[in-house]
Structures are given as C-alpha cells and as structure tokens.
C-alpha cells in the first residue's frame, strides 16, 4: 500500500450539523441588544414545540475575574439553582464538546456579531453598516433580511454579495408575528424524516425457532411488520446480526446489518443512526405480533420532535417500552453517551431523558412471546380476533 492509498478514517456518515446543532442560524447587522430581544421573541414563540437555545459572547469589560471556585484552579464547577442548571468551564469549549452540549436542542439562534452559524439572519441597521460590511465572509446561507426602522433598502453590497437574494425573504424587523412565522415554517419543512426497522436480529434461544421467520398473519412476521410500516416511514429496513443472516432475507426487503456487535437491540438502533443519522427510526421488534396498524397510527400521529423519543408505557413493567418507539435522530449521540457509560439498555435511556411517554390504545398489544408457550397464548388471540372480524 502506497501512502496515497492509505486512509485515516472510516467512511462514517456525520450528523448535518452547525457549530451547534441541525437548525441554527445567525442574527447579525444590528445591536446586540436587538438581537437578544428578537431572539426572545422567536424562542418565546416556539417553545413550547422545540427545545431552543441562544448562543452569545459576553463582552462586559468588568467582568475580568473567573467565577466562584474557577479562580481558586477548578476547571468545572457546577451550581443546582432552583430554576436551572449552571456550569462554569475554565477552558474555551472545543467545537466538538459544543456540539455534544447542545444535543438536544432543535432550533439554536446566535448573536451573529460574535459566534457564527450555518444559517444567517441580516438586520439592515444604517448604525451598523460598517460592522456588516466586515462580516460578508460570514454570510454563507442566508435566509432571511430584515429591516430596522431607518432602513429602507438592503445595502448595496449585501445585493452584490447575494447572487440568490431574488429569493431570500424581505421583512420589517417590527413585523414580529411574520418572522415568528418564518420560523416555525423552517422547522416544519426540517422535521426529521421517519424510517422504519424491524429488529430480526435475535437469535431466539429461548423460542427454540426464528420469531422474525413465524408465521402469524400469512406471512414471516419479519416480513408482516415491515410491510406494516411502510405506510408511515419513508424507508423500512430490516435489522439483522450478521451478513450472513442478511442473505436468507427476501432481496425484496432493505436490511442493515449491526455494525454495533454483541449489544442486542442497543446495537440494532445504533446501527441504524450510524447508516442514517440524521433520520428518526421508528423501532419495532419482531416479537410484538399483537401490534396492528392502529397502534402504529397512534405512535406517529402523537410523535413530539421535541422529545428524544415517543415511547409507549408498559402496562406489564411500568416502563417506557423500547421496541416499539420512535427514536429522534437527536437521541443518537445520548444512546452513545450512555454506552461510554457502560450501559447497553433502551429502556435505560428512555427512563433516564426527556421522552414523550403515550398510553398504549390496546394493553395486549406490548405482549413479548419469547416461549413456546407465550406463542399458543399468542396465537389463540390471534385466531380469536380474525373469528370475530369475520364475523362481523
């Protein structure tokens, strides 16, 4: 191998982030004071359906001494207020540990005078003509243009320096509800796209036979379910151990192989992020041949981007149920933090962060067969419900 031929790094699909999560934009060109006030205004707006969060730099010249025990050599110091949390950081945060601050946020507005973002928004301020004109390197995706009350027009160079801005929208800085508006379409359009997976990749033991391979409904229950979910995902895949049980299923159906070994349905979903990280996945096991399509209306339609996930409460455990939820791609990172943790449980991660926990419409429908003799019970059920919708 020559040096030319040699890589570094594996070919590893990254989250669509900024400098601080998927959606963040920017606001620039005007005092920061008006700034702070219309990113109040935005976040006030919107919620109560997205986290949100501000990014800023203090520039108080009386503020010169480090906080609390900072100045005494701590290089953390954490403070339990009443209403918040409060962590003070001796060392400038490097990009990657801000992005893993900022893992749960949905939408993030910055004080584009100090901090940069992947999207911006322009003020057209007279005052701070000068001070935008210095920042057109900044400007590499700006969505929207506002005018302050002594502006009229967009600047001359900020026309030049957008050759898109034919498309670019134009509103009074005082046109609050229009901006607000704005926004909420932006994160709209941005909801991550939902894919399906069908967790086949247990080996069994205590069934003695293949649950993805049973037969429930006319067809491998592999199969069932996929099929099921293909009316509320955009993608379904099946999940499997290996490459070698990824050959005996149906080419007819996408698969992904874990690439996560050794960790059971843990590594199944993580496998999944790792193949498409910026999508939601909707997780289903095989085991579960109670669920129907109401169940998984119900899941989707009451899904909350906001939350880390939408699980559903067992009746049985008093716990989230995991195998049947939807992961935000949001909750990829956590569910790694919680395995450099040494924890390799779903239902962990669900109980342990902010989720959006449903009441199951139909309590039978969690019911897990992993025996032979859970499967009778099962498929007495099964035959029960099919006599009576035949009958009626």
């Keep these: 191998m020559t040096l030319n031929e040699h890589k570094k790094h594996a070919a590893i699909t990254r989250p669509a982030l900024g400098s601080f999560a998927r959606n963040e934009w920017a606001i620039l060109g005007a005092p920061c004071t008006v700034i702070k006030l219309l990113a109040n205004d935005i976040i006030g707006a919107l919620a109560d359906q997205y986290k949100c969060a501000y990014a800023d730099t203090s520039h108080n010249d009386d503020i010169t001494l480090?906080?609390?025990r900072l100045a005494n050599g701590a290089?953390?110091?954490?403070?339990?207020?009443?209403?918040?949390?409060?962590?003070?950081?001796?060392a400038r945060l490097t990009l990657f540990k801000q992005k893993e601050l900022f893992t749960e946020m949905d939408m993030v507005l910055v004080n584009g005078n100090h901090q940069q973002a992947k999207a911006q928004v322009i003020i057209i301020d007279i005052n701070k003509q000068?001070?935008?004109?210095?920042?057109?390197?900044?400007?590499?995706?700006?969505?929207?243009?506002?005018?302050?009350?002594n502006a009229e027009t967009v600047f001359d160079f900020i026309q030049d320096a957008l050759p898109d801005?034919?498309?670019?929208?134009?509103?009074?800085?005082s046109d609050t509800l229009r901006i607000i508006d704005f926004f909420k379409a932006q994160m709209q359009q941005s909801k991550p796209v939902l894919n399906g997976l069908v967790l086949a990749g247990g080996k069994s033991i205590r069934m003695g036979d293949d649950k993805g391979t049973i037969n429930w409904h006319g067809k491998q229950q592999r199969y069932y379910m996929a099929d099921m979910l293909k009316?509320?995902?955009?993608?379904?895949?099946?999940?499997?151990?290996?490459?070698?049980q990824q050959r005996d299923i149906n080419d007819q159906y996408q698969t992904i192989a874990d690439t996560f070994t050794g960790l059971g349905p843990y590594g199944a979903i993580l496998s999944a992020f790792r193949e498409k990280p910026d999508n939601a996945w909707l997780v289903i096991a095989c085991d579960l041949p109670l669920v129907d399509e109401k169940i998984i209306q119900h899941l989707v339609t009451n899904r909350n981007v906001k939350h880390l996930a939408t699980a559903y409460q067992s009746e049985v455990t008093n716990f989230p149920e995991?195998?049947?939820?939807?992961?935000?791609?949001k909750s990829y990172p956590v569910l790694l933090q919680f395995l450099a943790q040494g924890y390799s449980c779903p239902r962990k991660v669900l109980i342990n962060t902010d989720i959006n926990l449903l009441s199951v419409p139909d309590i039978n429908a969690l019911v897990n067969v992993n025996t032979q003799e859970e499967r009778e019970r099962v498929n007495a059920i099964i035959q029960t419900k099919a006599l009576q919708t035949n009958a009626s």
């Design 66 to 68: 480090l906080p609390g």
């Design 75 to 90: 290089s953390l110091e954490f403070t339990d207020q009443i209403n918040y949390n409060q962590l003070n950081y001796s």
């Design 130 to 149: 000068a001070s935008l004109q210095k920042r057109l390197s900044q400007l590499t995706n700006v969505q929207l243009i506002l005018l302050a009350d």
């Design 165 to 173: 801005i034919e498309n670019i929208p134009v509103y009074r800085l």
């Design 231 to 244: 009316a509320y995902c955009e993608q379904v895949y099946i999940s499997c151990r290996d490459t070698e």
């Design 322 to 329: 995991p195998l049947i939820t939807i992961w935000e791609p």
